[in-house]
């Protein structure tokens, strides 16, 4: 990237190109690969993103980059991609959208808790950690990880809470 362009910039630049095309920018990464940069564009909204959703947002993004001065007289591989399972939580959108998974986190005073993510809101987090239901305040959180399930939830943590 040139150095008039940073990560922040294309951020701000592409937000509304995304939500245009109806999802949510979660963030640009720009990595090197040789003479090339790699523009990660990662998305996603409420309920996830399918796969014609993301050729599409990829397509429109894609275009838009052709038509300003943004990358001037740069080469770049655009890659076009959801966040993935090991991104960490750390927004309130982001807790939200892990509802019903299961989570691994580091909790001040706790250690790290495993459990089922059963709400969220702008300052709280609530888990079902076994038999217990923990309201926890945000502030003492870690980034959470969402865990790999290979067996299905218990009704009650699948329910509208």
């Known amino acids: 990237m040139s150095p008039s362009v940073s990560r ?3 951020r701000r630049l592409l937000e509304p190109v995304v939500a245009e095309a109806g999802l949510e ?3 640009v990464v720009i990595l090197p690969a ?3 940069r790699v ?3 990662l998305v996603d ?3 996830g993103a399918d796969l014609d959703e993301i ?3 990829s397509a429109t993004v894609s275009a838009w980059l052709d038509t300003q001065d943004v990358l001037p007289l740069e080469a770049y591989v655009l890659e076009v991609s959801t966040p993935g399972v090991d991104r960490p939580l750390t927004t309130p959108r982001q807790w939200a959208r892990a509802r019903r998974r ?3 986190v580091g909790v001040t005073g706790m250690g790290t808790v495993r459990g089922r993510v059963l709400a969220t809101d702008e300052s709280r ?3 079902r950690v076994g038999d217990d239901v923990l309201d926890i305040d945000r502030a003492r959180l870690g980034p959470g990880h969402v865990q790999v399930e290979f067996s299905p939830p218990r009704e009650e943590d699948t329910s509208e809470h």
């Open 102 to 104: 299961m989570v691994e």
């Open 55 to 57: 050729a599409q947002v």
């Open 25 to 27: 920018l979660e963030d």
């Open 39 to 41: 523009v990660q564009v």
């Open 125 to 127: 987090v609530t888990l």
């Open 45 to 47: 909204r409420d309920g």
């Open 8 to 10: 922040e910039r294309l």
């Open 34 to 36: 040789g003479r090339r």
